[in-house]
């Protein structure tokens, strides 16, 4: 059964994404800012003009694998986290944007998740200064590292002077065991709404959540028992989002080997359907990562020490296996002063049109120049990009410009029968005391009527008649009402006259 998990506010103006996009086109990377080596910092990696600029931020926050970003379409910086903190665009944490995921973090405060793909920003439909933040805690099964819970925050970039603010944060959407990262998304049919899936470690099945105007739905599962293989790596749509594959490393009684799962997607309906599964037997291990190339046709697969290739529109996907780059051994400087191979650890497709692979804390980037040609021909080439500070992988990001699916049954937007909100933009409420304990007083430059009060659910807990034309207003909090973060709204005779966040401690 499908179950709404959150009602997002209308506050932001309904749009849906139709030209080129620019929200990954800021890379953030970097390493152990609590440490003053000159190898320890953050940088940016931005790919928006015409040629890569790499922007040496200093001492902000770290990485050591969660890696979330997210810009405007023209490519300003908005946020980026490290799946504990959220930085603003001037490298500061936003207000209430320290401890995510508070079950699991296992002391990694101050250098960031260790989980790749451990953390996933996108943009709330129809809500234009509003992103939802997917993240990850460190967990344990069985087999090995794991991830629970899954937890969602919000971000709304009016808040704070236009800086941003968390103003949902750690709500628990899944408390299921699922595999070490892999959180990815891809954009509906429709063109608007997201599905965002992870993988479950233990129950072998995909978990679906459609992200919409109105919230999070959990879509249920997918492909359960049909197979597919948990373990640390990666996963990743196509850019046409007909393909999603993932990479597993496992250790069996038959060994190690990387588990490659290539499922065919509808981007309509969230059904997925297997295409290919490939076993390749490791020596070891590692990094593995995996990414599409621009026209969808081609597969990256990384294997620590080598990149392999496998062509997908290929009759048999296995026997098009093409060895592409295997690493040149070089042992280049990196933690305190030690050498390391620079191996090949996760991939990402960039807006140039080019696949990063990173390293493992060594600051460059690997890039595969040509993805789109088979063979040796893409040209892989080792520490193509050298950074000012040591580096593991690029920010996780889907394709924000994949757009309305043509001649789906999904390909367009039926909408909803009640607008909730007029669509202006609002000012910001003036609230005080800020955290509240029993009650909290609001001021208002406009007239206004009524005051209402929201969980972090979309719920109403709270509706309070106003006094026309008085600047203040008391507001008596309901007696048992939990702590948390609440959305207040003043209405007035036109609608929606202002809005603001109100933390509530016991």
């Not at 072998?204 to 599962?221: C, M, N, V, Y």
Request: glycine share 10%.
């Amino acid at each position: 059964m499908k179950k709404t998990l959150l009602l997002a506010l209308l506050f932001g103006s309904m749009t849906v994404v139709s030209a080129q996009s620019k929200q990954d086109c800021n890379w953030p990377t970097g390493f152990s800012t609590t440490n003053f080596d000159p190898l320890f910092g953050t940088a940016i990696l931005s790919f928006c003009e015409d040629s890569l600029r790499i922007l040496d931020v200093g001492q902000a926050i770290s990485f050591s694998g969660a890696n979330a970003a997210m810009s405007d379409q023209d490519g300003n910086l908005l946020f980026y986290t490290n799946g504990i903190s959220v930085a603003n665009a001037q490298h500061q944490i936003m207000p209430n944007g320290d401890g995510l995921s508070p079950q699991g973090t296992f002391g990694f405060e101050d250098i960031g998740l260790p989980i790749p793909q451990g953390a996933l920003a996108l943009p709330l439909p129809g809500h234009e200064h509003q992103f939802v933040l997917f993240h990850e805690g460190i967990s344990f099964s069985g087999t090995g590292l794991a991830a629970s819970p899954l937890y969602y925050s919000m971000i709304d970039m009016s808040l704070d002077g236009g800086a941003g603010d968390v103003f949902v944060k750690n709500e628990v959407l899944s408390n299921n065991i699922f595999d070490y990262g892999k959180l990815t998304a891809i954009r509906h049919a429709n063109g608007r709404d997201w599905w965002v899936i992870a993988y479950e470690h233990t129950s072998d099945r995909l978990r679906r959540f459609l992200l919409t105007p109105e919230g999070i739905t959990d879509a249920g599962s997918a492909l359960e028992g049909a197979g597919l293989h948990p373990g640390e790596g990666q996963a990743v749509f196509s850019p046409d989002g007909a393909l999603y594959a993932q990479i597993s490393f496992s250790v069996s009684n038959a060994g190690l080997f990387a588990y490659i799962d290539i499922l065919s997607f509808d981007r309509c309906t969230g059904e997925f359907s297997i295409l290919e599964q490939i076993a390749i037997p490791v020596p070891t291990g590692g990094y593995y990562g995996i990414a599409f190339s621009p026209d969808s046709k081609l597969l990256y697969v990384s294997l620590t020490f080598m990149i392999i290739q496998f062509d997908v529109t290929a009759a048999d996907i296995f026997a098009s296996k093409d060895t592409v780059a295997i690493t040149d051994g070089v042992f280049v400087p990196g933690i305190e002063g030690d050498s390391f191979p620079a191996v090949f650890s996760y991939g990402q497709l960039a807006p140039d049109g080019k696949i990063y692979f990173g390293t493992d804390f060594l600051p460059y980037f690997h890039v595969i120049a040509h993805p789109d040609t088979p063979g040796a021909g893409c040209e892989v080439i080792e520490r193509a990009v050298q950074l000012p500070y040591l580096n593991m992988a690029g920010p996780n990001f889907p394709n924000f410009n994949l757009g309305v699916l043509q001649g789906s049954p999904c390909d367009s937007i039926i909408s909803s029968s009640t607008t909730h909100w007029p669509l202006a933009e609002t000012e910001p409420l003036h609230i005080f005391p800020n955290p509240a304990h029993g009650h909290f007083t609001v001021a208002l430059t406009a007239p206004a009527t009524r005051l209402r009060l929201y969980d972090s659910m979309g719920r109403q807990v709270l509706v309070q008649s106003l006094t026309a034309g008085q600047p203040e207003h008391r507001i008596a909090l309901p007696p048992g009402l939990p702590a948390g973060v609440y959305v207040a709204v003043a209405e007035g005779s036109e609608g929606m006259v202002g809005r603001g966040r109100v933390v509530v401690v016991r």
